[in-house]
């Protein structure tokens, strides 16, 4: 079996260079209401938002591998579970869970009760469209994408539409095969 | 405790807040772009002061106000004071920090010149792009210090000046 990846990640949380997560809250708050001045339209903004996130995330990936040392993931089960337990900690300081596996394994919930994006956030009427989180959704998608996992991830529920708890919809549409560069070798 | 988050969040949300209105949103308006870094730059600055001035008594004047971005306000921020304070005594200050956190992040070409002579041909220079690369960054902080101070009553405007990398100087003109 393969290495045991570190099962949380507080060890390199405590390691990392960090910021208060206010100044990270406030930041976020002051971009995301920018863009909705900027953009108008409330989907536009969710799409900008997470491009912004996929972007982001095909960078991060390098930090996380880097900084995480976790092995190989055997499954895509162990993949989210790495993400909800040491990728969330390591970047945002909170821990995320799995839950609401589909029978073939493809589909499945990060749930996350503690958010520091949303601290002092309440959306206005005008905005109640907004997915104000989806920063974090481009995120993981760009970040799976550069380890060969294309996703979908969408919001099930977000506490600032009223639901007790943020969750995370990701499914697994294709695992690509990885090109190993054998023209190194030539 | 104080809630904390690991840097380079903070790091990769103003880097693509800044590229993404850069080189999405007003590609080909500069003008346009740094407006809006500075506004969102404004805002961040307007709270954090307010948040962090809410248990000290107001300032008696705009000397002090100005050492409180020096030292509190830059501490909170970055870790570190401001290095230098200069002023004219008729409303500029000028603000250095010899190690600019969020210059220190990116790559900067070492022949890169000062940026004060930035000559918009159709092929640009190299460092010329570099420094208005930096330049369009550092829209976000002026903002930022212009929103804090605009907060504690003093409206002025604020500039960056790199001609010393890594140092970073803001200029700061208080309107009477």
Redesign the interface.
């Known amino acids: 079996m393969a290495p045991v990846a570190p099962r949380s990640g507080d060890a390199i949380f405590a390691n990392v260079e960090r910021v208060n997560a206010e100044l990270f809250t406030l930041t976020y708050g002051a971009i995301v209401r920018q863009l909705l001045t900027d953009l108008e339209e409330v989907d536009e903004v969710n799409k900008q938002l997470d491009q912004m996130g996929y972007n982001i995330g095909i960078r991060l990936i390098d930090e996380f591998l880097a900084k995480s040392n976790v092995s190989r993931c055997v499954d895509f089960r162990e993949t989210t579970d790495v993400i909800a337990k040491v990728g969330f900690k390591m970047f945002l300081g909170v821990t995320a869970s799995v839950a609401n596996w589909d029978a073939d394994g493809t589909c499945c919930s990060i749930i996350l009760e503690d958010n520091p994006l949303v601290d002092f956030v309440e959306l206005p009427d005008n905005c109640q469209g907004l997915y104000y989180c989806n920063i974090l959704s481009g995120v993981i998608r760009g970040a799976l994408e550069m380890v060969s996992m294309k996703t979908e991830v969408t919001w099930i529920r977000d506490v600032l539409r009223g639901d007790d708890a943020f969750e995370l919809q990701v499914k697994l549409l294709k695992q690509v095969p990885e090109e190993y560069p054998y023209k190194d070798d030539e | 405790m104080?809630?904390?988050?690991?840097?380079?969040?903070?790091d990769?949300?103003?880097r693509?807040?800044v590229?993404?209105y850069c080189n999405v949103?007003y590609a080909h308006k500069p003008d346009l772009a740094a407006r809006?870094i500075e506004?969102?730059?404004y805002?961040?600055g307007f709270?954090?002061s307010e948040?962090y001035t809410m248990e000290r008594p107001p300032f008696n004047d705009n000397l002090e106000a100005i050492k409180f971005i020096c030292k509190d306000f830059w501490s909170?921020?970055f870790k570190k004071q401001i290095d230098n304070l200069r002023t004219n005594h008729r409303g500029t200050f000028v603000l250095q920090d010899n190690k600019f956190r969020w210059l220190t992040r990116m790559s900067i070409d070492s022949s890169a010149d000062n940026g004060s002579s930035v000559e918009d041909n159709s092929a640009p220079a190299a460092e010329n792009k570099t420094a208005h690369a930096i330049s369009m960054h550092l829209y976000f902080p002026c903002g930022i210090i212009r929103g804090a101070l605009s907060n504690l009553g003093i409206p002025c405007a604020v500039s960056a000046d790199i001609s010393n990398l890594p140092a970073c100087s803001f200029v700061i003109s208080i309107k009477a």
């Open positions: 104080v809630r904390e988050v690991s840097e380079s969040c903070l990769s949300v103003i693509e807040m590229s993404c949103f809006r506004a969102i730059g805002q961040l709270q954090l948040r909170n921020l």
